[in-house]
């Protein structure tokens, strides 16, 4: 069984990790066991593209960051201790507070927020010129 009372907490830690994204980017859902959010980019289809977010489950707190998926040398960075909990390719789930760890996400989280918000990956995504990654 999972001891989810450091839940609230991990959540509260992985939501401040996007606190310097903010005025980038759209809100689109928030509560004290998550949040979710999407680029000011609007993509030919009318959608937005997912940024990232977190997401309070049963058994963990998920950190959803989109640029894991699109940019996958960002990965091969990490860890092991993070690599660890990657569920996927842009999800990592957190039990407790691992301070060390946060700091890691932190700074691979800034990483990707310059590549997702550079101008060529805007302008490739809005272009329809989208290579699939194997």
């Known amino acids: 069984m999972v001891d989810k009372s450091e839940f609230k907490a991990v959540a509260r830690e992985l939501k401040g990790i996007f606190k310097p994204y903010l005025k980038k980017l759209i809100v689109v859902s928030e509560s004290d066991t998550g949040i979710y959010l999407d680029t000011k980019v609007v993509l030919k289809n009318k959608h937005r593209i997912f940024f990232g977010g977190v997401r309070t489950e049963k058994a963990y707190v998920s950190f959803h960051l989109m640029a894991l998926y699109c940019f996958p040398e960002l990965s091969k960075s990490m860890s092991p201790a993070l690599k660890k ?48 990654s194997a």
Do not use: H, P, Y
């Not at 957190?94 to 990956?121: H, I, N, P, Q, Y």
């Open 85 to 132: 909990r990657m569920q996927g390719k842009a999800c990592l789930n957190f039990t407790t507070v691992d301070k060390t760890l946060l700091k890691e996400l932190r700074e691979l989280t800034k990483l990707g927020a310059a590549k997702f918000m550079s101008k060529e990956f805007v302008a490739m995504v809005t272009s329809g010129n989208i290579k699939e």
